[in-house]
């Protein structure tokens, strides 16, 4: 089950900041049905030659409120 319009909006944004940041190079976005048991997933994935997230703010991602709480 899934919202197609939410699944476009997902698509959209991951679009839109890979080419925010890449301003020489590539984006590509792969979008694949992947198969688990009797379930069906779908995987979608981004490469970039962007400048990336510096590894002080990839520790910081999957925190609450990460980047807000900065000063």
Do not use: Y
Not at 4 to 32: D, H, P, W, Y
Request: aromatic residues 8%.
């Amino acid at each position: 089950m899934s919202d197609m319009r939410r699944i476009q909006q997902v698509v959209l944004n991951l679009q839109s900041n890979a080419l925010k940041f890449t301003e020489q190079g590539s984006v590509k976005i792969i979008c694949s049905i992947q198969k688990e048991e009797d379930a069906k997933f779908l995987k979608i994935s981004v490469k970039d030659s962007g400048m990336g997230i510096s590894n002080e703010n990839q520790q910081k991602l999957f925190q609450l409120f990460g980047f807000l709480n900065e000063t």
